[in-house]
């Protein structure tokens, strides 16, 4: 009788095929509507918060860095 824990006889499951360039613009998208929302509201970026929309700018750089990183082909793990 297999227990619960038995996993002896199973196959390993497939890795998800995903669209890497299309999630990078989501994030990119995302990034880009909170420097929009900070800029747009002054309580989101005075004070201690000021940093608020450097991090966007930031993360937006590093995002277009790393679609063109997947973009050239060195970021797919299809040639490993």
Avoid: F, K
């Amino acid at each position: 009788m297999a227990s619960l824990g038995d996993v002896t006889n199973t196959a390993p499951p497939e890795p998800m095929r995903i669209d890497v360039l299309r999630l990078i613009l989501v994030g990119l998208g995302v990034w880009a509507l909170a420097l929009v929302l900070t800029l747009a509201v002054p309580a989101l970026h005075t004070g201690a918060r000021q940093w608020w929309p450097w991090s966007c700018v930031c993360g937006l750089i590093l995002g277009g860095l790393g679609y063109l990183y997947v973009w050239r082909g060195r970021g797919n793990a299809s040639s490993a």
